[in-house]
């Protein structure tokens, strides 16, 4: 769903330039790098893969243009105008400063340098004093104002670089100095942040006639097709909602768990096997696409054509770049895949539902289905309607792009909690055999009485949500009461909540940066205080896919604990990559495992 882009979005907003730019040269065979500045001119053809060093001071510009993500030594480069170097492999350029200081350290350099520090810090400073001033004597009732470059508070002025390389710190600082509600200015996008549980209390009580969420998500459009979710109108989108409510109720659940479990046996012996290491977030990926297949769309398209339907979801899923939210129609390469993923998907689904049509009654009520793409061959509108085709391919394209990578982070985080905590491994375990025991098949009564892997599940979308940033535009204004202050956040803003700093301020959950899953257990129940906990979000939007990712991820960890003894590898748990659209661990996921002896 769209709500899965609002880091991008944001992103999109923060990082403008070089993503934007980096999205674009991905379409072009080679780059031609044009530079006619102060100090040298160049014209460079890079054929696909090469390396070059450029001379000092022809490449001021260009790094902010084609390095994606800006990494702080070639941001340091840029700024003091050296040379640095540029690759390009296949349709990825890299910008790298040069092992070698060697003749980069010249007076004349350090002269150019400190006399673009002093002009660019000038500029930055007038600028962002400019922009603020304006905003706040505008409408002197509306939220403190931060502006990318503010020069109010402690002295980290690059915000919002700050802010695209770790939204989570720079939320968190701007919280401390700034209290519960304030407005960050990207790229003339006033967005008003609200943190705590008071605050997150309006952003998800409030209905879409205040707070819209169709208006920031409309990108999608190209992706999940025209008409569907938040390409329609309300009456036509409560029905789709409705449709989706009905197919994820407990009740189809159950007929879920058993699907689930049989993947996860067949997927952990032929991939698995007795003892070795494996990367748990590309192994949970895989588990995690095969069992929603199973369950979403049916053992046919499961049995028959899972490869294609999954070649194409990445189509789609690589088809959302910085570039579409702001251009979702340019004509780029990621476009055009996605586009033409979105056709076949469309046909491939328009086949299968031709196929299941065609069965007499009979037939079909011997295939028993529980599937949600039978759920919306069967759902009519308010006006008697069925869902076209193209839009049931539309929300099952939603409800992938919705529980894909969340669930597969999801479960990757709780595992690695879990497997590097012997002692809550240990309790798990206990769990396990004190509900399960013995080999025999999973039931939805045995998922349910799992709490303290429920409680491991929660406590790591706690500290890891997936979705860390979630948007709505203001409608109309939007009265908020802070630390004695009354303010007004006008009509035209956007409004963010973000799970991630939000979920770990120490008020609400104390000593909020350990994993603690007994947080959760009566007497404590920290996550009870209203709109405290956002893992999946909450009030009219909150997740539809809560209890399917529940019973998916408890299913699918159930399975593997039973069957492998674990241990992390790495010595430290992996950072968050908030470079992702969909935030999930970077860098070292392995664990290393041994089949368990019965
Ligand atoms: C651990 C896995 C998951 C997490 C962390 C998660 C998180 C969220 C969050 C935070 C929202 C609220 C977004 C907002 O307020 O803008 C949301 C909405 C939604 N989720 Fe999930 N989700 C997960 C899995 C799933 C799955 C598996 C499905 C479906 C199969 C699903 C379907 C939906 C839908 C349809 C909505 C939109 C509800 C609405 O707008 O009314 N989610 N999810």
Redesign the pocket.
Same mark, same amino acid.
């Given at each position: 769903?769209?709500?899965v882009f &609002?880091g991008f979005f944001l992103r999109g907003s923060a990082f403008t330039v070089p993503e934007l730019v980096a999205s674009l040269l991905d379409s072009i065979p080679f780059v031609t790098i044009s530079f006619n500045l102060l100090f040298s001119s160049l014209t460079e053809s890079l054929p696909k893969t090469s390396s070059i060093s450029a001379p000092v001071g022809s490449l001021c510009k260009l790094s902010y243009i084609v390095t994606k993500p800006i990494s702080a030594p070639v941001l340091l480069f840029t700024a003091l105008n050296l040379p640095l170097v540029i690759a390009k492999t296949g349709s990825s350029i890299t910008i790298t400063p040069p092992t070698t200081f060697g003749d980069v350290a010249t007076p004349i350099n350090l002269l150019l340098a400190v006399t673009l520090l002093i002009t660019l810090a000038t500029s930055y400073f007038i600028v962002s004093t400019l922009v603020s001033t304006y905003i706040r004597s505008s409408n002197p009732s509306r939220p403190p104002v931060i502006t990318p470059l503010t020069p109010f508070g402690n002295f980290k002025l690059l915000t919002f670089l700050e802010f695209s390389k770790s939204p989570l710190k720079c939320i968190t600082r701007l919280y401390k100095t700034y209290g519960e509600v304030f407005t960050m200015n990207m790229m003339g996008q006033n967005i008003t942040i609200l943190l705590g549980p008071d605050q997150q209390e309006h952003f998800?009580k409030l209905g879409d006639d205040h707070l819209s969420?169709q208006e920031v998500y409309k990108f999608m459009k190209p992706v999940f097709g025209a008409g569907v979710v938040y390409d329609c109108n309300a009456r036509t989108r409560q029905s789709q909602?409705q449709a989706?409510a009905y197919g @994820?109720r407990n009740v189809r659940l159950k007929g879920y768990i058993s699907k689930i479990e049989r993947e996860t046996h067949i997927y952990l012996d032929s991939k698995f096997g007795q003892s070795g290491t494996v990367d748990l977030l590309e192994a949970l990926s895989e588990l995690t696409i095969l069992t929603?297949s199973r369950c @979403?769309h049916g053992d046919d398209v499961r049995e028959n054509m899972f490869t294609q339907v999954a070649e194409l979801y990445h189509d789609l899923d690589k088809g959302v770049t910085p570039l579409s939210v702001f251009f979702p129609y340019a004509w780029t390469d990621a476009h055009k895949k996605r586009d033409a993923a979105r056709k076949r998907m469309v046909a491939l689904f328009a086949s299968v539902i031709k196929a299941r049509r065609a069965e007499t009654p009979e037939i079909a009520a011997s295939k028993n289905r529980t599937d949600?793409l039978d759920v919306f061959m069967n759902a009519k509108y308010k006006n008697g309607q069925p869902f076209k085709d193209e839009e049931i391919t539309g929300l099952l394209i %939603?409800?992938l792009f %919705?529980?894909q990578h &969340?669930?597969s982070? &999801?479960s990757t985080w709780t595992a690695l909690f879990i497997a590097n905590d012997p002692d809550i491994m240990r309790r798990v375990i206990q769990e396990q055999n004190d509900v399960v025991g013995g080999d025999r098949e999973l039931t939805f009564d045995d998922i349910n009485n799992m709490p303290l892997l429920h409680n491991c599940?929660r406590e790591a979308?706690r500290l890891h $949500? $997936? @979705?860390v940033l @979630?948007?709505?535009k203001v409608l109309k204004d939007l009265k908020v009461s802070t630390g004695g202050n009354d303010y007004v956040i006008p009509k035209g803003d956007v409004v963010m909540v973000s $799970?991630s700093v939000g979920m770990r301020l120490a008020n609400v959950f104390p000593e909020p940066d350990a994993f603690d899953p007994d947080r959760y257990a009566p007497p404590r129940e920290e996550h009870k205080t209203p709109f405290a906990y956002?893992?999946?979000?909450?009030?009219?939007?909150?997740?539809?896919?809560?209890a399917? %990712?529940f019973v998916?991820?408890k299913t699918i960890l159930s399975v593997l604990f039973r069957k492998y003894k674990m241990e992390v590898v790495p010595e430290k748990l992996p950072e968050c990559d908030y470079e992702a659209m969909v935030v999930g661990p970077k860098g070292d996921c392995r664990v290393r495992y041994e089949k368990r002896v019965n």
């Open positions: 769903m769209g709500f &609002t998800f969420q909602f989706m @994820l929603s @979403l949600i %939603a409800l %919705a529980g &969340t669930s982070i &999801t599940m979308l $949500p $997936p @979705l @979630l948007m709505r $799970p956002l893992g999946f979000g909450g009030g009219m939007h909150s997740c539809m896919g809560q399917f %990712a998916q991820v």
